[in-house]
């Protein structure tokens, strides 16, 4: 970033900030040392914000998407789990019964069921952190018609529809 551009009239909280004391190419952040502008590289990315429920997302082209798992997301997989695993204990249980124990009514467990048959490659990618920015825990939940088909899965979810699926022989359940 050029020296003239670190004027404070036109600064914005968290920019450096001219130092008159340090000279012409010198400039000072807030909370840091002096900085030399005759040594900076100016970096250009193609990047956009996009909103994922209720937050907003930086989103810079060519990158992987996410770098840490969504929590919310990831919570979501492990109830859905949880609860094909308690409703296969019982046999003789309803999903109404069970959704009831784990404190969830019978319509939200039907939704929350209906996760385990998600492609093995879109859990691999939520429990990575590489699903697509678009993808929320809110998202996941309302798409009641959710395709059983994994590459329709991929399609309505926002993956990338070049992605390969996982060969059969790498999938444990």
Known sequence: MPAERCRPGGARRGDPVRDQADGPSRATSPGSDAVDFDRLIRVTIVAALKRVGKEMKFLIDGASEGSTANAKLVHLLVRAHALARRLGEIPSSTLEDVGAQEGMGAPYAARLMRLNYL??????????????????????????????????????LGFDSNCRPIPRCCISI
């Open 119 to 156: 492609g093995p490659d879109i859990v691999v990618a939520i429990l990575n952190g590489r699903q697509p920015a678009g993808l929320s825990a809110r998202k996941l939940m309302a798409d009641t018609r959710l395709p059983l088909e994994w590459f329709e899965q991929r399609k309505a």
